[in-house]
Protein backbone atom coordinates (compact mmCIF):
# COMPACT_ATOMS: atom_id res chain seq x y z
CA UNK A 1 0.00 0.00 0.00
CA UNK A 2 1.77 3.23 -0.89
CA UNK A 3 2.13 5.95 1.78
CA UNK A 4 -0.27 8.64 1.72
CA UNK A 5 1.64 12.35 3.16
CA UNK A 6 -0.46 13.80 5.40
CA UNK A 7 -1.10 17.01 5.14
CA UNK A 8 0.95 18.49 8.22
CA UNK A 9 4.53 16.89 6.79
CA UNK A 10 6.68 18.37 4.58
CA UNK A 11 8.29 17.13 2.11
CA UNK A 12 12.41 18.05 1.02
CA UNK A 13 13.66 18.14 -1.98
CA UNK A 14 17.21 17.22 -2.66
CA UNK A 15 17.03 18.91 -6.14
CA UNK A 16 15.98 22.54 -4.64
CA UNK A 17 17.32 24.63 -1.98
CA UNK A 18 13.73 25.19 -1.06
CA UNK A 19 11.19 22.94 0.64
CA UNK A 20 9.25 20.98 -2.00
CA UNK A 21 5.87 21.91 -2.71
CA UNK A 22 4.60 22.13 0.34
CA UNK A 23 5.82 24.84 2.58
CA UNK A 24 5.68 24.63 6.61
CA UNK A 25 4.36 27.74 8.02
CA UNK A 26 5.38 28.65 11.17
CA UNK A 27 3.28 31.17 13.75
CA UNK A 28 6.21 33.14 14.07
CA UNK A 29 8.23 32.85 10.45
CA UNK A 30 10.87 30.70 11.51
CA UNK A 31 10.76 26.95 13.65
CA UNK A 32 11.46 28.02 17.23
CA UNK A 33 15.12 26.17 16.90
CA UNK A 34 15.74 28.94 14.53
CA UNK A 35 14.75 31.61 16.63
CA UNK A 36 16.36 30.15 19.97
CA UNK A 37 19.55 29.74 17.34
CA UNK A 38 19.69 33.41 16.41
CA UNK A 39 19.19 34.75 19.67
CA UNK A 40 22.96 32.45 20.76
CA UNK A 41 24.63 34.78 17.97
CA UNK A 42 24.19 37.37 19.74
CA UNK A 43 24.64 35.48 23.89
CA UNK A 44 28.39 35.24 23.90
CA UNK A 45 28.99 39.17 23.94
CA UNK A 46 26.77 39.31 27.39
CA UNK A 47 29.77 36.65 28.51
CA UNK A 48 32.84 37.88 27.04
CA UNK A 49 31.65 41.92 28.20
CA UNK A 50 31.07 40.36 31.79
CA UNK A 51 34.41 38.68 32.04
CA UNK A 52 36.14 41.90 30.72
CA UNK A 53 37.54 39.90 27.77
CA UNK A 54 36.35 42.19 25.62
CA UNK A 55 35.37 45.94 26.38
CA UNK A 56 33.27 48.65 25.04
CA UNK A 57 34.45 50.93 22.64
CA UNK A 58 36.60 48.16 20.19
CA UNK A 59 36.30 46.75 16.78
CA UNK A 60 36.21 43.36 18.58
CA UNK A 61 33.37 44.48 20.53
CA UNK A 62 31.02 46.47 17.91
CA UNK A 63 31.66 42.92 15.79
CA UNK A 64 29.75 41.23 18.80
CA UNK A 65 27.44 44.09 18.78
CA UNK A 66 26.37 44.48 15.18
CA UNK A 67 26.95 41.24 13.52
CA UNK A 68 24.16 38.93 15.11
CA UNK A 69 21.42 41.42 14.40
CA UNK A 70 23.00 41.49 10.69
CA UNK A 71 22.50 37.89 10.51
CA UNK A 72 19.19 38.16 11.98
CA UNK A 73 18.14 40.39 9.02
CA UNK A 74 19.59 38.35 6.34
CA UNK A 75 18.28 35.22 7.53
CA UNK A 76 14.61 36.36 7.50
CA UNK A 77 15.42 37.99 4.24
CA UNK A 78 16.65 34.70 2.45
CA UNK A 79 14.19 32.54 4.28
CA UNK A 80 11.17 35.02 3.15
CA UNK A 81 9.79 35.12 6.26
CA UNK A 82 6.16 36.81 5.91
CA UNK A 83 6.28 39.37 8.90
CA UNK A 84 10.10 39.92 9.88
CA UNK A 85 9.12 42.12 12.38
CA UNK A 86 7.65 39.53 14.50
CA UNK A 87 9.88 37.35 13.94
CA UNK A 88 13.24 39.10 14.89
CA UNK A 89 10.71 40.44 18.22
CA UNK A 90 10.41 36.94 19.28
CA UNK A 91 14.29 36.55 18.46
CA UNK A 92 14.96 39.51 20.28
CA UNK A 93 12.91 38.05 23.11
CA UNK A 94 14.97 35.13 23.59
CA UNK A 95 18.21 37.06 23.17
CA UNK A 96 17.00 39.10 26.16
CA UNK A 97 16.20 35.88 28.06
CA UNK A 98 19.88 34.62 27.41
CA UNK A 99 21.04 38.43 28.59
CA UNK A 100 19.22 38.03 31.69
CA UNK A 101 20.44 34.25 32.49
CA UNK A 102 24.05 35.55 31.64
CA UNK A 103 24.11 38.39 33.40
CA UNK A 104 22.54 37.06 36.41
CA UNK A 105 25.05 33.73 36.61
CA UNK A 106 27.92 35.90 35.98
CA UNK A 107 26.84 38.57 38.43
CA UNK A 108 29.33 37.83 41.24
CA UNK A 109 32.49 38.27 39.17
CA UNK A 110 31.10 41.37 37.35
CA UNK A 111 30.35 42.90 40.55
CA UNK A 112 33.07 41.73 42.61
CA UNK A 113 33.41 43.09 46.53
CA UNK A 114 31.97 46.55 45.34
CA UNK A 115 28.24 45.37 44.53
CA UNK A 116 25.72 48.44 43.41
CA UNK A 117 24.43 50.27 46.46
CA UNK A 118 21.25 51.90 47.13
CA UNK A 119 21.53 55.56 48.41
CA UNK A 120 19.36 58.23 50.25
CA UNK A 121 16.25 56.61 52.34
CA UNK A 122 17.11 53.10 51.14
CA UNK A 123 20.91 53.50 51.84
CA UNK A 124 20.59 51.27 55.58
CA UNK A 125 18.01 48.68 53.56
CA UNK A 126 19.31 44.84 53.90
CA UNK A 127 22.04 44.14 51.33
CA UNK A 128 20.16 40.86 50.42
CA UNK A 129 16.67 43.24 49.33
CA UNK A 130 19.20 45.24 47.56
CA UNK A 131 21.02 42.38 45.47
CA UNK A 132 17.25 41.05 45.06
CA UNK A 133 16.31 45.22 43.63
CA UNK A 134 19.20 45.68 41.44
CA UNK A 135 19.04 42.35 40.11
CA UNK A 136 15.33 42.36 39.24
CA UNK A 137 16.31 45.98 37.72
CA UNK A 138 18.82 43.84 35.55
CA UNK A 139 16.74 40.95 34.45
CA UNK A 140 14.25 43.73 33.35
CA UNK A 141 16.32 45.84 31.15
CA UNK A 142 18.19 42.60 29.48
CA UNK A 143 14.33 41.83 28.48
CA UNK A 144 13.39 45.31 27.21
CA UNK A 145 17.07 45.88 25.77
CA UNK A 146 16.75 42.22 23.55
CA UNK A 147 13.18 43.10 22.80
CA UNK A 148 14.50 46.61 21.54
CA UNK A 149 17.25 45.15 19.27
CA UNK A 150 14.36 42.55 17.74
CA UNK A 151 11.90 45.49 17.13
CA UNK A 152 14.74 48.05 15.62
CA UNK A 153 16.31 44.70 13.48
CA UNK A 154 12.20 43.53 12.49
CA UNK A 155 11.99 46.80 10.84
CA UNK A 156 15.09 47.25 9.26
CA UNK A 157 14.42 43.60 7.89
CA UNK A 158 10.56 44.49 6.94
CA UNK A 159 11.69 47.84 5.45
CA UNK A 160 14.25 46.21 3.04
CA UNK A 161 11.91 43.18 2.46
CA UNK A 162 9.39 46.24 1.27
CA UNK A 163 12.54 47.43 -0.76
CA UNK A 164 13.37 44.34 -2.67
CA UNK A 165 9.48 42.83 -3.30
CA UNK A 166 9.07 46.65 -5.28
CA UNK A 167 8.65 45.85 -9.48
CA UNK A 168 10.85 48.15 -11.11
CA UNK A 169 8.95 50.62 -13.35
CA UNK A 170 9.11 50.84 -17.14
CA UNK A 171 10.68 46.47 -17.52
CA UNK A 172 14.50 48.10 -17.65
CA UNK A 173 17.08 48.88 -15.55
Known sequence: MPHQQNSAEVRFSPTSPRLGHTRQRHR???PLIAIVGLA???APRVVLHDLNIIEEGTFVNALFVFLPPLIWIVTVLIARVPKPLITLLAVGLCYGVFLALGHQLLWNHSVGDNPPQLGGNLSGLDPSAQSLIF?????GSSLLIGVVVG???GTIASGLKT???RPRRGGQD
Open 28 to 30: LGL
Open 163 to 165: LFR
Open 151 to 153: AIS
Open 135 to 139: RSFAV
Open 40 to 42: CLA
